[in-house]
């Protein structure tokens, strides 16, 4: 993207969330904790029915336009806090991270199986069965370098597509023409503004969704920051993300095996509504009476009480 598209993305973006996200963005400033990560969920149709050059620079580069959502959305934050006359209990959160979902239901965004490798660098939708979470870990993504001879300072990112490995450059970046390939990393590993929350899930396909004699496949899928501990084995979900491919460093006479996985950016967890049994209402009647007829003595009622729970059940 060039710097003109980065500008209209993030001011488009930031109008967006100003107006219809305004309240969570007051709710999210009135936190206390400032360190902790905080996510607005998007719908994506109504953002991108405010300008439709918004989703096609998201559907062609979703990486770098989740980086700019994120920056706008806290410059909103920025701009709501400044713009209170009395602004007491409220405080500024850098952490804040824009979750989109809602994405339009059609074969090129949504899929119930198991992405391949065409869909490397798409954001999709993706339902799957959570079947084995991680433990969550402490991931350092990124260093401060200096310059051994200029003393120039910059940041090196980690590499997602190899495992979070940090590389150091052949030469030094500054513009200064410095050609010195020696540096001091300054960043303290302790330090939580360049350590994230990370966590590993594996999904699989639905069983329910899969033609008869098709084996289920299976993908890992990333989740970092407040996207932690948001599921667990067994849940139905669906995970909006960009599909990613990964591999281990170079080593020789080693195997180079590309892996295919999902970043996540938000998850919907589908079986949260409750498992508790809905009661007809003149079975729950007749449960009332029973109880009410043997409050003076409950051990009595007990006698009863399996004839009665039959009789619930086949009404149920």
């Known amino acids: 993207m060039n710097s003109d598209q980065v500008t209209l993305v993030g001011q488009v973006f930031e109008s967006y969330v100003s107006e219809y996200h305004k309240n969570d963005i007051l709710l999210i400033l009135k936190e206390r904790d400032e360190d902790a990560h905080y996510p607005v969920v998007v719908n994506a149709m109504t953002l991108f029915e405010t300008n439709m050059e918004i989703g096609e620079y998201f559907n062609a580069f979703p990486n770098e336009v989740l980086t700019i959502f994120d920056n706008a959305l806290r410059r909103s934050a920025l701009t709501i806090l400044q713009s209170l006359s009395q602004p007491e209990g409220l405080s500024m959160k850098q952490n804040l991270h824009a979750r989109i979902s809602g994405l339009p239901v059609c074969p090129e965004l949504v899929r119930e199986h198991i992405p391949k490798t065409k869909d490397v660098g798409h954001f999709l939708s993706v339902t799957g069965t959570v079947i084995r ?62 350590c994230r929350d990370y966590q590993e899930i594996k999904i699989q396909e639905q069983v329910q969704r899969l033609s008869v004699g098709s084996i289920p496949r299976s993908m890992q899928v990333i989740l970092e920051d407040d996207l932690v501990d948001s599921c667990k084995s067994g849940d139905d979900i669906t995970i909006y993300g960009v599909v990613m491919q990964r591999w281990k460093p170079f080593k020789q006479d080693v195997r180079c095996e590309v892996e295919i996985v999902l970043k996540a950016n938000y998850i919907q967890v589908n079986n949260e509504e409750s498992a508790g049994v809905n009661m007809d209402e003149e079975v729950r009647k007749e449960f009332e009476d029973f109880w009410e007829h043997y409050k003076s003595d409950p051990f009595a009622g007990m006698k009863y009480w399996p004839a009665c729970a039959l009789k619930f059940l086949e009404c149920t």
């Open 133 to 194: 979470t991680s433990l969550v870990k402490i991931l350092e993504f990124e260093r401060d370098y200096m310059c051994n001879k200029c003393k120039h300072v910059f940041v090196v990112q980690a590499d997602f597509e190899q495992y979070y490995t940090f590389f150091r450059p052949s030469s030094c970046p500054s513009l200064e023409n410095c050609d010195s390939s020696k540096f001091t990393c300054l960043s303290d590993l302790s330090s939580p503004t360049r």
